[in-house]
Protein backbone atom coordinates (compact mmCIF):
# COMPACT_ATOMS: atom_id res chain seq x y z
CA UNK A 1 0.00 0.00 0.00
CA UNK A 2 1.93 2.94 -1.13
CA UNK A 3 1.73 6.33 0.90
CA UNK A 4 3.20 8.32 -0.96
CA UNK A 5 2.26 8.78 -4.96
CA UNK A 6 3.53 9.64 -8.09
CA UNK A 7 1.49 8.70 -11.14
CA UNK A 8 3.48 10.60 -13.79
CA UNK A 9 6.19 8.14 -14.46
CA UNK A 10 7.83 11.22 -16.93
CA UNK A 11 6.98 14.56 -18.10
CA UNK A 12 8.21 15.92 -21.27
CA UNK A 13 8.49 20.17 -20.99
CA UNK A 14 10.17 22.30 -23.49
CA UNK A 15 12.62 25.05 -22.17
CA UNK A 16 11.22 28.19 -20.36
CA UNK A 17 8.20 26.80 -19.62
CA UNK A 18 6.37 25.73 -16.40
CA UNK A 19 7.18 22.20 -15.37
CA UNK A 20 4.11 20.96 -12.40
CA UNK A 21 4.91 17.75 -11.01
CA UNK A 22 2.58 16.08 -8.81
CA UNK A 23 2.12 13.97 -5.53
CA UNK A 24 -0.75 12.84 -3.56
CA UNK A 25 -0.30 11.14 -0.04
CA UNK A 26 -2.74 9.07 1.97
CA UNK A 27 -1.12 9.43 5.18
CA UNK A 28 -3.14 11.94 7.52
CA UNK A 29 -0.17 11.87 9.88
CA UNK A 30 2.52 13.29 7.44
CA UNK A 31 3.29 16.80 8.48
CA UNK A 32 6.38 17.48 6.46
CA UNK A 33 7.02 16.92 2.56
CA UNK A 34 10.05 17.26 0.76
CA UNK A 35 11.05 16.78 -3.23
CA UNK A 36 14.37 15.56 -3.84
CA UNK A 37 16.21 15.72 -7.12
CA UNK A 38 17.99 12.98 -8.45
CA UNK A 39 20.63 11.92 -11.66
CA UNK A 40 21.45 8.75 -12.09
CA UNK A 41 23.83 6.25 -10.52
CA UNK A 42 24.15 9.76 -7.63
CA UNK A 43 22.24 9.92 -4.09
CA UNK A 44 18.97 12.43 -4.34
CA UNK A 45 19.61 15.84 -3.53
CA UNK A 46 17.59 17.93 -1.38
CA UNK A 47 15.70 20.16 -3.52
CA UNK A 48 12.59 22.12 -1.14
CA UNK A 49 10.31 21.31 2.00
CA UNK A 50 6.90 22.23 3.27
CA UNK A 51 5.81 21.88 6.54
CA UNK A 52 1.39 21.21 6.58
CA UNK A 53 1.28 24.73 8.12
CA UNK A 54 2.06 26.20 5.02
CA UNK A 55 0.67 26.09 2.02
CA UNK A 56 3.17 27.57 -0.21
CA UNK A 57 7.09 27.52 -0.19
CA UNK A 58 8.90 29.28 -2.69
CA UNK A 59 12.69 29.06 -3.51
CA UNK A 60 13.74 30.32 -6.41
CA UNK A 61 12.54 28.68 -9.24
CA UNK A 62 10.90 26.25 -7.61
CA UNK A 63 7.89 26.72 -5.65
CA UNK A 64 5.75 23.82 -3.74
CA UNK A 65 2.30 23.97 -3.28
CA UNK A 66 0.32 22.09 -0.54
CA UNK A 67 -3.78 20.98 -0.52
CA UNK A 68 -4.23 19.38 2.99
CA UNK A 69 -7.47 18.60 2.26
CA UNK A 70 -6.95 16.48 -0.96
CA UNK A 71 -3.58 15.10 0.22
CA UNK A 72 -2.05 16.65 -2.65
CA UNK A 73 1.30 18.28 -3.42
CA UNK A 74 2.90 20.07 -6.55
CA UNK A 75 6.01 21.31 -7.39
CA UNK A 76 6.38 24.23 -9.85
CA UNK A 77 9.87 24.77 -11.86
CA UNK A 78 9.85 28.11 -13.85
CA UNK A 79 11.15 28.81 -16.27
CA UNK A 80 12.30 25.12 -16.75
CA UNK A 81 16.42 24.85 -17.92
CA UNK A 82 17.33 21.38 -19.21
CA UNK A 83 20.00 21.24 -16.38
CA UNK A 84 16.67 20.15 -14.67
CA UNK A 85 16.45 17.11 -16.23
CA UNK A 86 16.38 14.39 -14.16
CA UNK A 87 14.07 12.01 -11.71
CA UNK A 88 12.20 13.94 -8.94
CA UNK A 89 10.99 12.36 -6.05
CA UNK A 90 8.50 13.41 -3.67
CA UNK A 91 8.87 12.71 -0.04
CA UNK A 92 6.84 12.47 3.08
CA UNK A 93 7.25 12.41 7.07
CA UNK A 94 5.32 12.18 10.21
CA UNK A 95 8.24 14.09 11.94
CA UNK A 96 6.51 14.44 15.67
CA UNK A 97 5.62 10.16 15.41
CA UNK A 98 8.04 8.79 13.54
CA UNK A 99 11.14 11.27 13.64
CA UNK A 100 12.66 11.97 10.32
CA UNK A 101 12.08 8.49 8.21
CA UNK A 102 10.74 9.45 4.71
CA UNK A 103 8.44 7.24 2.52
CA UNK A 104 9.38 8.26 -1.01
CA UNK A 105 7.39 8.46 -4.28
CA UNK A 106 7.91 6.49 -7.11
CA UNK A 107 9.69 9.48 -9.08
CA UNK A 108 8.88 11.57 -11.89
CA UNK A 109 11.37 11.97 -14.66
CA UNK A 110 11.47 15.55 -16.14
CA UNK A 111 12.89 15.87 -19.21
CA UNK A 112 13.24 19.69 -20.61
CA UNK A 113 14.20 19.87 -24.08
CA UNK A 114 16.04 22.71 -25.59
CA UNK B 1 32.92 19.74 4.90
CA UNK B 2 30.60 17.59 6.30
CA UNK B 3 28.79 14.79 4.16
CA UNK B 4 27.79 11.08 3.98
CA UNK B 5 30.21 8.79 2.17
CA UNK B 6 29.27 5.44 1.08
CA UNK B 7 31.61 2.94 -0.31
CA UNK B 8 32.52 0.91 -2.80
CA UNK B 9 30.86 2.87 -5.26
CA UNK B 10 30.36 -0.47 -7.42
CA UNK B 11 30.10 -3.75 -5.91
CA UNK B 12 30.41 -7.60 -7.64
CA UNK B 13 29.22 -10.62 -5.60
CA UNK B 14 28.64 -13.95 -6.53
CA UNK B 15 25.54 -15.92 -5.82
CA UNK B 16 25.62 -17.16 -1.80
CA UNK B 17 28.11 -14.62 -0.77
CA UNK B 18 27.14 -12.24 1.87
CA UNK B 19 28.77 -8.71 1.12
CA UNK B 20 28.78 -5.05 3.29
CA UNK B 21 28.32 -1.88 2.42
CA UNK B 22 29.83 1.00 3.89
CA UNK B 23 27.99 3.73 5.34
CA UNK B 24 29.19 6.76 7.27
CA UNK B 25 28.53 10.16 8.13
CA UNK B 26 30.56 13.25 10.14
CA UNK B 27 27.26 15.34 10.19
CA UNK B 28 26.57 14.20 14.05
CA UNK B 29 23.20 13.11 12.73
CA UNK B 30 21.22 10.99 15.31
CA UNK B 31 19.29 8.94 12.41
CA UNK B 32 20.34 6.90 9.47
CA UNK B 33 18.61 4.48 7.07
CA UNK B 34 19.27 2.42 4.28
CA UNK B 35 17.03 2.71 1.05
CA UNK B 36 17.26 0.38 -1.71
CA UNK B 37 16.31 1.61 -5.56
CA UNK B 38 15.79 -0.39 -8.39
CA UNK B 39 15.09 0.43 -12.19
CA UNK B 40 12.08 2.71 -12.37
CA UNK B 41 10.94 2.52 -9.30
CA UNK B 42 10.92 5.25 -6.18
CA UNK B 43 13.34 4.01 -2.71
CA UNK B 44 12.28 1.54 -0.30
CA UNK B 45 13.22 1.51 3.27
CA UNK B 46 15.30 -1.40 4.02
CA UNK B 47 16.72 -0.54 7.69
CA UNK B 48 16.85 2.67 10.18
CA UNK B 49 18.80 3.82 13.33
CA UNK B 50 17.21 6.32 15.26
CA UNK B 51 19.72 5.71 17.98
CA UNK B 52 23.13 4.31 18.24
CA UNK B 53 22.60 0.64 19.27
CA UNK B 54 19.26 0.67 17.86
CA UNK B 55 17.56 -0.30 14.55
CA UNK B 56 14.28 -1.06 13.09
CA UNK B 57 13.68 -2.97 10.04
CA UNK B 58 11.75 -0.99 7.16
CA UNK B 59 9.49 -2.34 4.32
CA UNK B 60 12.18 -4.78 2.64
CA UNK B 61 14.30 -6.17 5.49
CA UNK B 62 14.53 -9.59 4.36
CA UNK B 63 17.44 -10.68 3.62
CA UNK B 64 19.29 -7.89 4.90
CA UNK B 65 21.04 -7.11 8.46
CA UNK B 66 22.42 -3.69 9.75
CA UNK B 67 24.84 -2.62 13.04
CA UNK B 68 24.84 0.64 14.65
CA UNK B 69 27.76 0.42 17.20
CA UNK B 70 28.83 3.63 16.70
CA UNK B 71 26.77 7.07 15.79
CA UNK B 72 28.81 7.85 12.58
CA UNK B 73 28.90 4.42 10.69
CA UNK B 74 25.78 2.37 9.88
CA UNK B 75 26.84 -0.97 7.66
CA UNK B 76 24.37 -2.80 5.37
CA UNK B 77 24.89 -6.57 5.34
CA UNK B 78 23.04 -8.14 2.48
CA UNK B 79 22.89 -11.52 3.11
CA UNK B 80 22.78 -15.13 0.79
CA UNK B 81 18.85 -14.75 1.85
CA UNK B 82 18.38 -11.69 -0.16
CA UNK B 83 16.56 -13.43 -3.15
CA UNK B 84 17.14 -10.28 -5.85
CA UNK B 85 20.21 -8.06 -4.53
CA UNK B 86 21.14 -6.40 -7.78
CA UNK B 87 20.09 -3.00 -7.15
CA UNK B 88 21.41 0.30 -6.24
CA UNK B 89 21.45 1.26 -2.27
CA UNK B 90 21.18 4.40 -0.62
CA UNK B 91 22.39 5.31 2.79
CA UNK B 92 21.06 8.55 4.31
CA UNK B 93 21.01 10.58 7.62
CA UNK B 94 18.76 13.19 9.43
CA UNK B 95 19.05 15.28 12.46
CA UNK B 96 16.21 14.31 14.61
CA UNK B 97 16.22 17.19 16.93
CA UNK B 98 16.34 20.20 14.33
CA UNK B 99 14.34 17.95 12.47
CA UNK B 100 16.14 18.93 8.83
CA UNK B 101 16.37 17.01 5.82
CA UNK B 102 17.76 14.12 4.47
CA UNK B 103 20.88 13.70 3.29
CA UNK B 104 22.02 11.21 0.97
CA UNK B 105 25.46 9.50 0.29
CA UNK B 106 26.28 8.91 -3.54
CA UNK B 107 25.04 5.61 -3.30
CA UNK B 108 26.34 1.85 -4.06
CA UNK B 109 25.39 -0.11 -6.86
CA UNK B 110 25.38 -4.03 -5.84
CA UNK B 111 25.53 -6.25 -8.85
CA UNK B 112 25.23 -10.66 -8.67
CA UNK B 113 27.63 -11.90 -11.02
Known amino acids: DQQVKQNSPSLSVQEGRISILNCDYT??????FLWYKKYPAEGPTFLIS?????DKNEDGRFTVFLNKSAKHLSLHIVPSQPGDSAVYFC?????????????FGGGTRLMVKP | DGGITQSPKYLFRKEGQNVTLSCEQN?????MYWYRQDPGQGLRLIYY???????QKGDIAEGYSVSREKKESFPLTVTSAQKNPTAFYLC????????????FGQGTRLTVV
Open chain 2, 27 to 31: LNHDA
Open chain 1, 27 to 32: NSMFDY
Open chain 2, 92 to 103: ASTDRVLNTEAF
Open chain 1, 91 to 103: AASARYNAGNMLT
Open chain 2, 49 to 55: SQIVNDF
Open chain 1, 50 to 54: ISSIK
